[in-house]
């Protein structure tokens, strides 16, 4: 009789595109998301947590990879293998859909505008690589149910809040504004309005928003025949005469030295097209809105290139930059580049209610920033561990629990060890894995005597890297202290190490 197979273990390995994050990375995670949200909070916004979870259908065919857009989500069926099967359902994309279907169910109970926030992971079933993976987290703002560009202004400022609050200097950043019924006016005066140029227009938006990795020549060859790239594969153009590829060029071309100069160039290139002509408006508006503000140009800036998600977007759009620059794996120089975009999006919710509901908003890469912090050394390496109590007599654990607590009701960090006390040595190695800045040791004699020993690992750690013997015996890193004095003692030595 054959023997019955062993069920193989389970490997203990990370589904590919994912990662895990531990103590330090979550800790300024924390810190981070708690700063952006008391912006939002500052400026009126309202938190909401929606599920997780969305159907299909809720998700719809707006998510912003407009090639593929009901891919990219991690789906299932309720029930798939029975007599009726459900719903299909899927992980979150984004944070935008969700506001679109919470609005659309509860509108009858929330305020018009509805000023929300959200912070949270989101999921995509995208092809993973360096730095991109399937799970991130977002933290998104949004006005709903505000027609004026007023709302656009404000989500830009916000944004530049949002970038001093966390760390990144004026003159680090800029947030770009751009707006969609600018370049609708400038297909409109090439010549590609109408239902019948939609494919036309389609590979237009496709090449336009390519600019930063093909440049304006790639860009040009797509707007014409089309582009051969260097694996000698090709790909179809829109076929655009050479005063039609002009007029397009000259949009994402159009920034000047200033806001007025760039406005006015826009001005020119839409001439003829009223709906252009009301983009150019609105960005116009906004500029002075955020002026008056004392948000200038060298924290928001009007910029035609500024072209992702125009397939997505119907108004406004915007993007944070990060101009700085730092090393690529090979060791170049180049920009950090986008952390935040948004924009006004007022056809979202008309799916759920039949009627067009304004709205307008940013959302906040979290990872990307955290990366920028680290990149300008704004960042602690790793955070300080707790406070290490160790025991020396296991019949004492009370008393060491004793200690702990009132290190702790003290506000500071701090625990008893709970691994096999035999070894002293291992307890100063869990320690020093730890991080710890302070050991505290008590043994029956110390106890008897009224004191406990205090060993300063931050300074035994300096004392390691540069003192020389005799400095080391002059400045030794363990004392004892009556226990009485055990808070004092050891909040000295956080004091100083902070």
Not at 28 to 36: F, P, Q, S, T, V
Not at 252 to 276: C, F, H, P, W, Y
Request: aromatic share 8%.
């Amino acid at each position: 009789m054959a023997k019955p197979k062993k069920t193989p273990r389970p490997k203990a390995q990370t589904p590919k595109g994912f990662r895990d994050y531990f103590g330090t990375e979550v800790t300024h995670r924390a810190e981070m998301l708690g700063k952006i949200a008391a912006v939002y909070h500052r400026y009126g916004f309202d938190a909401l947590e929606s599920s997780g979870v969305e159907t299909v259908e809720a998700l719809g065919k707006f998510l912003p990879d407009v090639d593929r857009p009901n891919e990219g989500v991690f789906a299932w069926q309720e029930d798939s293998e029975g007599d009726k099967p459900g719903d299909w359902l899927a992980l979150r994309y984004d944070l935008t859909a969700p506001l679109a279907r919470v609005y659309a169910q509860h509108r009858n109970d929330l305020p018009m505008p509805y000023r929300r926030y959200a912070m949270g992971p989101v999921w995509r079933n995208e092809k993973p690589g360096p730095g991109r993976f399937r799970q991130f987290y977002q933290c998104d703002a949004d006005t709903v149910g505000a027609p004026s560009v007023a709302a656009d202004a404000e989500i830009c400022a916000m944004l530049a809040d949002c970038l001093e609050e966390v760390g990144i200097a004026r003159g680090d950043y800029v947030v770009r504004v751009n707006n969609r019924k600018v370049l609708n006016g400038v297909l409109e005066v090439a010549g590609l309005a109408g239902d019948d140029k939609d494919i036309e227009r389609g590979i237009v938006l496709r090449a336009i928003d390519k600019l930063d990795r093909l440049g304006p020549e790639g860009v040009r060859a797509l707007l014409g025949e089309g582009r051969k790239d260097d694996s000698g594969d090709f790909t179809k153009g829109a076929g655009l005469a050479d005063g039609q590829a002009d007029v397009v060029m000259g949009f994402m071309q159009a920034k000047r030295d200033s806001g007025a100069e760039t406005v006015a160039r826009l001005r020119e290139l839409v001439a003829g097209s009223d709906v252009g002509v009301q983009g150019v408006d609105e960005l116009e508006l906004i500029s002075d809105l955020l002026a008056a503000g004392g948000y200038g140009p060298d924290r928001v800036e009007i910029d035609p290139s500024v072209v992702r998600g125009l397939g997505y977007y119907t108004g406004p759009v915007f993007e944070a930059e990060l101009t700085f620059e730092i090393k690529d794996e090979k060791g170049r120089a180049r920009n950090f580049g986008s952390v935040a975009g948004g924009g006004r999006y007022d056809d979202l919710v008309k799916r759920f209610t039949g009627q067009e509901v304004p709205a307008t908003g940013v959302s906040i890469g979290v990872d990307r920033l955290l990366a920028a912090l680290a990149a300008k050394g704004r960042l602690e390496a790793e955070a300080t561990g707790p406070v290490v109590v160790t025991v020396m007599d296991r019949d004492r654990m009370a008393d060491y629990q004793a200690m702990v607590a009132e290190l702790r009701q003290a506000g500071i960090r701090a625990e008893v060890y709970l691994g096999n006390p035999k070894n002293f040595g291992n307890q100063m190695k869990y320690a020093d894995k730890r991080q710890s800045p302070v050991v505290v040791i008590e043994g029956g004699d110390e106890q008897a005597r009224g004191v406990v020993q205090i060993k300063d690992m931050v300074l035994g750690a300096q004392l390691a890297q540069e003192a020389s013997h005799d400095e080391w015996k002059e400045r030794p890193n363990q004392y004892e202290v009556p226990r009485a004095d055990l808070i004092k003692a050891v909040r000295d030595i956080l004091d100083r190490a902070s």
